[in-house]
């Protein structure tokens, strides 16, 4: 996706204001897996998302009910940190993000995501498992759709969620994508 594609996406759904300090700053970061929407408000990083228009429209709905404020195509410091916290994770000298997270949204996505950042690197877990560490044993849809409803792609990393029989289920980025985040940290994590 290029600027003028995203620009076209944000103006759908944010109003755009020019460096409006309250308001959220948008980026394109490259990457491996091809480019990533990125936005932070003045404190968090609170979107990640791989650009793909068909994907990247719903994430900027539910963006907005959570971020009602203005929006612009701007650097920030917390872009900055993000793309070379990414850049590392990628070379594989990095296996945790320290860049500060903010993720509204139900309190049962909330534990679900919460529960995701205690998946080590290089490790996965099955919905079945995460939901009995929950303590909702009874709840692995319900952790799946709270899984797919992430809007932190890779730094609370659902990738790292999988099917009880070890194949990868479904990934909002799609499946070859969430393959080579599994074999990046599997390779990454047998050198350490």
């Not at 003028?4 to 759908?12: G, P, S």
């Not at 949204?105 to 909330?110: E, I, L, V």
């Not at 070890?166 to 799609?174: D, F, K, N, V």
């Amino acid at each position: 996706m290029d600027a003028a594609a995203l620009d076209d996406a944000v103006r759908r759904h944010f109003a755009i204001a020019a460096a409006h300090p309250d308001g959220l700053s948008l980026g394109i970061l490259d990457s491996p897996l091809g480019p990533l929407l990125a936005a932070t408000d003045h404190a968090a990083v609170v979107l990640l998302e791989f650009a793909e228009p068909a994907r990247l429209d719903r994430q900027l709905q539910r963006l907005r009910l959570h971020f009602p404020m203005a929006a612009s195509l701007r650097d920030s410091p917390l872009l900055g940190q993000l793309k070379r916290e990414l850049q590392q994770y990628f070379d594989g000298t990095r296996t945790r993000f320290d860049v500060p997270l903010s993720f509204p949204g139900t309190p049962f996505q909330r534990r679900v995501w919460q529960q995701l950042l205690t998946i080590p690197y290089g490790e996965t877990r099955a919905y079945e498992d995460l939901a009995a560490e929950l303590g909702a044993v009874s709840a692995a849809r319900a952790v799946g759709t709270a899984n797919g409803s992430n809007r932190l792609a890779i730094l609370i990393p659902c990738h790292r969620v999988v099917n009880k029989n070890g194949s990868l289920g479904g990934y909002g980025g799609g499946l070859w994508r969430k393959q080579h985040l599994l074999t990046l940290e599997s390779a990454q994590r047998s050198l350490l």
